[in-house]
């Protein structure tokens, strides 16, 4: 079935940065796309960036230019390098196994003006 286990959330100042990883066992990693999402108070859960098995990525309109993720097949690693954060990237944040049910158990990420 598989887990994923997020780290690496916290607070942050406005234009600060942060990095976020998440820990993948139990599932072929090499084989599934990687997804991070948020969520914020009050919002539904939004996809913000997502990779390929091979390592191709795509972000959502709101975090291109500042956010890169990446993954690591040996680790079975997926990681979230986010600069410049603002304020409404405020979320918890999710690991998934893209398209699926596969969820981490999310990290909260708080950035203060």
């Known amino acids: 079935q598989g887990q994923l286990v997020e780290s690496g959330g916290g607070l942050v100042q406005s234009g600060g940065s942060l990095r976020l990883s998440c820990a993948a066992s139990g599932i072929m990693f090499r084989s599934y796309a990687m997804a991070w999402y948020r969520q914020a108070p009050g919002k539904q859960r939004e996809l913000v960036a997502r990779i390929s098995g091979t390592g191709r990525p795509d972000y959502a309109d709101s975090v291109k230019g500042r956010f890169t993720i990446s993954r690591d097949n040996a680790r079975n690693t997926v990681r979230l390098e986010m600069n410049s954060l603002k304020p409404d990237d405020t979320a918890v944040y999710y690991c998934?196994?893209?398209?699926?049910?596969?969820w981490g158990q999310g990290t909260q990420v708080t950035v203060s003006s």
């Open positions: 998934n196994r893209y398209l699926t049910t596969l």
